[in-house]
């Protein structure tokens, strides 16, 4: 299985930083990689798919970039909805995994 | 807009399966390039894949579950469903149904349904 790891594992932050987090891959995925973000209770909801295009309805401070096996998820200033946790997964092999998720809160 | 909805019970008890439905509103199940899948998510984790099928009844499944999970769809209802044998307090988590968009050669899951609590106790 490809094992994917994410850094950090949490942040704090404050409304207008910029906010970047990372995503690693075991061995390369090309740019098989998704990232979801999910609240408290709720399900994951997609930002970036395919590395760095942007889901329809998502606000363009999110943005995407890497290939291989080394990913970044960076949200350009942070808005008070922003706070949430958030997942990279790959789906370049089966099974799919995802990373262990990188919780982003209130400094 | 495509909507997906969990159903099934709460509660299941240790040795028991898991059963739980998926229905799938605003889009027939049978259109479009996608899969439909399943994914778990235990308090506190990272979220697990568990598997997926497509219409024509092609599945794919998590090694680690692969001996005890069923995956199905009935595009008449459009549903697809999930049952999980031999249960254990170890598959106590949020289940969740997803779309799978293969669209343009990728592949990701771009509607979730909210998520149903299933907890395996006696």
């Known amino acids: 299985d490809i094992q994917m790891t994410q850094s950090p594992s949490s942040l704090s932050a404050t409304v207008g930083d910029r906010v970047t987090i990372t995503c690693r891959a075991s061995?390369?995925?090309?740019?098989?990689l998704n990232w979801y973000q999910q609240k408290p209770g709720k399900a994951p909801k997609l930002l970036i798919y395919?590395?760095?295009n942007l889901q329809s309805g998502v606000p363009s401070r999110f943005s995407g970039s890497g290939s291989g096996t080394d990913f970044t998820l960076t949200i350009s200033s942070l808005q008070p909805e922003d706070f949430a946790t958030y997942y990279c997964?790959?789906?370049?092999?089966?099974?799919?995994?995802f990373g262990p998720g990188t919780k982003v809160d209130v400094k | 807009q495509v909507q997906l909805q969990e159903s099934g019970p709460g509660l299941v008890k240790p040795s028991q399966t898991l059963s739980l439905t998926c229905t799938v509103s605003?889009?027939?199940?049978?259109?479009?390039?996608?899969?439909w899948s399943w994914i778990r998510q235990p308090a506190g984790k990272r979220l697990e894949w568990v598997g997926r099928?497509?219409?024509?009844?092609?599945?794919d499944y998590n090694p680690s579950l692969k001996s005890r999970v069923t995956i199905a769809i009935d595009t008449s209802k459009n549903q697809f469903s999930l049952k999980l044998s031999s249960v254990t307090a170890a598959d106590t988590a949020a289940y969740y149904c997803?779309?799978?968009?293969?669209?343009?050669?990728?592949?990701?899951?771009?509607?979730w349904g909210q998520g149903t609590l299933v907890t395996v106790s006696s």
């Open positions: 395919a590395a760095s």
């Open positions: 605003g889009g027939s199940i049978s259109s479009g390039d996608f899969y």
């Open positions: 061995q390369s995925i090309r740019s098989y």
């Open positions: 997964q790959q789906t370049y092999n089966s099974p799919l995994t």
């Open positions: 997803a779309r799978v968009n293969r669209g343009s050669s990728w592949y990701y899951f771009d509607y």
């Open positions: 099928i497509s219409i024509s009844g092609s599945t």
